[in-house]
């Protein structure tokens, strides 16, 4: 068994933190404990939810804790509740490119600034990791307003939009492209 980095992070209204054997039920039930959650309106529509067994979820969740030396998704904590989480995933490791996402689960926690900041605490997190990274992404769609002045908020450009690439509720969308180089964040840190 690999030894995991725990991590803690606190910040003005959120607090990142490693995922522990507790933190399962709670995030079962945020993830699947409604049959159409609110959340699930903003985070790809467009992709059902497959909601999978507590006992499934759980040993996936079990496994990652114990198996992954640096962890690639972590608990949004506000007001000492569990409210969303953030993660990462390869794009392309050879380039060092990162993919980041960010899901707050609890409406009242939306428009408050709390996505902003735990984003924004996951990008340094990850650019001041030894992942030496080059790069970091974030995919969102056209229907996501807030995700997308979230990103710019912590100083993610467009790079990319794949018109009419995502179709929802009868309507299509945009597949937005966010990114932001090494050098981009060292200049934003140094300031």
């Given at each position: ?25 709670t ?11 609110e ?22 969740i ?27 995933y390869?794009?392309?490791?050879a ?65 990319a ?12 969308y ?10 981009e ?7």
């Amino acid at each position: 068994m690999i030894q995991p980095t725990q991590i803690k992070v606190t910040g003005q209204q959120v607090t990142l933190r490693s995922i522990k054997k507790e933190d399962i039920p709670t995030l079962y039930h945020l993830m699947y404990g409604e049959r159409h959650p609110e959340w699930k309106k903003w985070d790809a529509p467009y992709i059902p939810l497959n909601p999978t067994s507590y006992e499934d979820f759980s040993a996936s969740i079990k496994r990652h804790i114990e198996t992954v030396s640096t962890p690639s998704r972590l608990v949004i904590e506000a007001d000492q509740h569990v409210i969303g989480t953030v993660s990462y995933y390869w794009m392309h490791e050879a380039s060092k490119w990162l993919e980041v996402g960010i899901v707050i689960f609890k409406p009242q926690y939306w428009n408050g600034g709390y996505g902003s900041e735990a984003l924004s605490m996951w990008r340094d997190l990850l650019f001041s990791s030894d992942l030496q990274l080059v790069r970091l992404g974030l995919t969102t769609w056209s229907g996501n307003i807030r995700m997308v002045r979230c990103a710019e908020k912590i100083g993610m450009i467009e790079e990319a939009r794949i018109r009419k690439a995502r179709y929802y509720d009868g309507v299509y969308y945009d597949s937005i492209k966010m990114g932001m180089l090494r050098e981009e964040w060292d200049e934003l840190v140094s300031s």
